[in-house]
Nanobody, 115 residues
Framework: QVQLVESGGGLVQPGGSLRLSCAASGFTFGITAMSWYREEPGKERELVATITSTSGSTNYADSVKGRFTISRDNTKNTLYLQMNSLKPEDTAVYYC????????WGQGTQVTVSS
């Protein structure tokens, strides 16, 4: 079955960096578009970044452009999100999503940006 397991979250000071990973299994990762989303308490889940399957084209929310980088390693079936220059407003639970016939989500990883 489809499984997505996020890791790499934690507590970081403003201006710091984190690298999130999403280990995928149960589907053909290399031909699947993948995305990162985030959700703050009481707010709707929002799209952070997307990467296509073949060309690796990327798109970002305006709020993270120039600070976050989405990437993938199709040999390891893993999706990444490099987050630099983190701000307190980046605090959220981060989820990876696989767009198959249906959307599949991981369990999420908490990112807290605070001094």
């Amino acid at each position: 079955q489809v499984q997505l397991v996020e890791s790499g979250g934690g507590l970081v000071q403003p201006g710091g960096s984190l690298r999130l990973s999403c280990a995928a299994s149960g589907f053909t990762f290399g031909i699947t578009a993948m995305s990162w989303y985030r959700e703050e308490p009481g707010k709707e889940r929002e799209l952070v970044a997307t990467i296509t399957s073949t060309s690796g084209s990327t798109n970002y929310a305006d709020s993270v452009k120039g600070r976050f980088t989405i990437s993938r390693d199709n040999t390891k079936n893993t999706l990444y999100l490099q987050m630099n220059s983190l701000k307190p407003e980046d605090t959220a639970v981060y989820y990876c999503k696989a767009l198959l016939r249906y959307a599949y989500w991981g369990q999420g990883t908490q990112v807290t940006v605070s001094s």
